[in-house]
């Protein structure tokens, strides 16, 4: 079945300094949504992209969708503690049922102060 | 905000026991969806709804069902709960735009459930 893989696990990085996770799918997907879940909370929504190379900026987040619609990037510009939790991608593929979703194995971000 | 709800929001239960996790939404969201997610790991799809009526299995296999009698209220019910049960339950739902294949899914604050 589908699956959606992210790298890294987990990251730990120095407060100010930059942080990107990899989202990577093994069909093409129809768009791809990014979740935050802050530890101990449940996931808040992010963002969805959905044409081939997009890119959009949230403040200091930056989010890629591959040209190929089977990758996808997040990318934290001088993390802030604030920043901490887990990021999670998740997919929608063609010809699946509407908004269902298959959620990615998520990045745990640590920010030290 | 999102206006989604579950309760209880921490639940001991013993084997053998019949459970209801309570989900409801004020939103009007015609999609709503059961997760199950041990700590620190992903998010899996054991139930979803698109309306009054229907409701489909996800990917992973569970023992609980569902029912949505209600467009607000989606419950899930474990007949016979067993320490495997154990983990966190999550709702969400979403609302189905025109023209928009995919919208963002609201979530509730979850269930952490553990079975003695």
């Known amino acids: 079945g589908q699956q959606v893989m992210q790298i890294p696990q987990y990251q730990h990085v120095q407060e100010g300094e930059d942080f990107t996770t990899y989202c990577n799918s093994s069909t093409t997907l129809s768009n791809i949504q990014w979740y935050k879940q802050r530890p101990g909370g449940h996931p808040v929504f992010l963002i969805q992209l959905v044409k081939s190379g997009e890119v959009k900026k949230q403040k200091r987040l930056t989010f890629q969708f591959g040209e190929a619609k089977k990758n996808s990037s997040l990318h934290i510009t001088a993390t802030q503690t604030t920043d901490v939790g887990t990021y999670f991608c998740a997919g929608g593929s063609y010809g699946g049922a509407t908004n269902k979703l298959i959620f990615g194995t998520g990045t745990l971000l640590a920010v030290q102060p | 905000e999102a206006d989604i709800y579950q309760t209880p929001r921490y639940l001991v239960i013993g084997t053998g026991k019949k459970i209801t996790l309570e989900c409801s939404q004020t939103?009007?969201?015609?999609?709503m969806y059961w997760y199950q997610q041990d700590p620190g790991m992903e998010l899996h799809l054991i139930h979803y709804s698109y309306g009054v009526n229907s409701t489909e299995k996800g990917d992973l296999s569970s023992e609980s069902t569902v029912s949505r009698i209600r467009t607000e209220h989606f419950p899930l019910t474990l007949e016979s709960a067993r320490p495997s049960h154990t983990s966190q339950y999550l709702c969400?739902?979403?609302?189905?735009?025109?023209?928009?294949?995919?919208?963002?899914?609201?979530f509730g604050p979850g269930t952490r459930l553990t079975v003695l």
């Open positions: 969400a739902s979403s609302e189905t735009r025109a023209g928009v294949g995919y919208n963002e899914q609201f």
């Open positions: 939103m009007g969201h015609d999609k």
